[in-house]
């Protein structure tokens, strides 16, 4: 069977569907051949000496594993000369990174988490990319641009998507017009389209949590996680399965995929009340690509692509998959916290 490349459906989606510009599409082809970079980097494993920690810490006080740091680097330097871009925002860098000057500027601004699920590395368990792109704001247009131009909701971005680096790579993609999902071939160094539109099953059955947070969790999550393990006999009259990747890439990855619920709720911890996951880089692509896909995406009672972020490394409680699992889980905090 033969497939249509990452670069086909692009140029069609800008040709006849008019549903990506010329510069985005060019800047999202050279996002995904930064993630070829980093898979085969991710792939080198012990061998390419990239396992293990440096010892630094970044902006949110968590140790930067060499992988971090090395994948933020392949996505800086790949994104700064193309002209598509003014400037860059990522997990591993506190403050935002415009392009130098000694390059053309472009009207768009990119936010990435180079490497997602970083506990997993040295597990050889599956790691990922998140991206989101965004425009810069028209009142921007004549000056350099400043974080405040990256504050804009959900709703404004213009493409996201993942790489996995798993059994094998794949990058899941959204430019508003439905998800679809390409395999990399190695050998040819082209993304293939193999998931063509893809839907994520309305109800289903299987939850994604960190059961160990159980204590800290507020009221409605307790609630949804206590009834869904009560089975057939409980108030949800259905068994439910549970997994738990700890990379949010191949979480949202199987939900896509197969259905499910996964949830990073704001919990009582001092550090977790406004949520673990950051806002800009790893909910909003994601919950772009989720609703594309016929799911949903809260914070909790809220839609996320609706927040309005104060800032880039914003964290924010996620509940994402399934339509009518999230829709349940928003209707228990409505319940305790009218909208
Ligand atoms: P990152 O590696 O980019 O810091 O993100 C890790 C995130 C996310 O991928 C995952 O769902 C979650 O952290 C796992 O957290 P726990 O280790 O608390 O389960
Ligand atoms: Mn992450
Ligand atoms: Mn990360």
Redesign the pocket.
């Known amino acids: 069977m033969k497939h249509k490349t990452l670069t086909q459906y692009l140029v069609e989606q800008q040709r006849e569907h008019k549903s990506v510009s010329a510069d985005v599409r060019l800047l999202i082809e050279t996002v995904s051949r930064a993630c070829k970079a980093i898979s085969t980097t991710v792939h080198k494993g012990a061998l390419g000496g990239v396992l293990g920690s440096l010892g630094t810490e970044n902006v ?1 006080g ?1 140790i930067q594993k060499k992988l ?1 740091v090395l994948s933020n680097e392949i996505l800086l330097e790949a994104n700064e000369w193309g002209g598509s871009l003014a400037a860059m925002a990522s ?1 591993e860098m506190e403050t935002i990174h415009p392009i130098p000057n000694e390059y053309p500027k472009g009207q768009n601004l990119l936010l990435f ?1 180079p ?5 997993n590395i040295d597990v050889n368990v599956s ?1 990922g990319t998140i991206f989101s792109i965004l425009q810069v704001p028209a009142d921007a247009a004549g000056r350099d641009v400043t974080e405040a131009d990256f504050l804009q909701p959900g709703t404004r971005q213009v493409a996201a998507g993942y790489a996995v680096y798993g059994p094998q790579t794949m990058l899941v993609l959204t430019v508003g017009a439905g998800v679809m999902g390409f395999t990399l071939d190695s050998e040819m160094g082209s993304w293939l389209l193999t998931h063509e539109n893809i839907r994520i099953p309305e109800q289903t059955a299987e939850f994604a949590i ?1 059961m160990s ?1 159980m204590r800290h969790w507020e009221a409605p999550v307790k609630r949804y996680i206590d009834e869904c393990l009560q089975g057939e006999s409980g108030p949800l009259g259905k068994n439910y399965n549970m997994r ?6 191949a ?1 949202v990855h199987r939900i896509l995929n197969r259905g499910g619920i996964f949830m ?1 709720p704001r919990d009582s911890r001092p550090s977790g009340h406004k949520g ?2 950051r806002l800009m880089y ?1 909910a909003n692509p994601m919950s772009f690509l989720v609703e594309q896909a016929g799911g949903r995406a809260i914070d909790g009672t809220k839609r996320i692509l609706d927040i309005q972020p104060q800032a880039v490394h914003e964290r924010t409680g996620v509940i994402l998959g399934s339509r009518a699992e999230v829709e349940r889980v928003q209707a228990y905090h409505q319940a305790v916290t009218p909208a």
């Open positions: 949110q968590e971090d997990e988490d490497l997602d699920g970083s506990s790691i960190n947070n738990w990747i700890a990379s949010m890439v979480d990073y673990k996951l790893e």
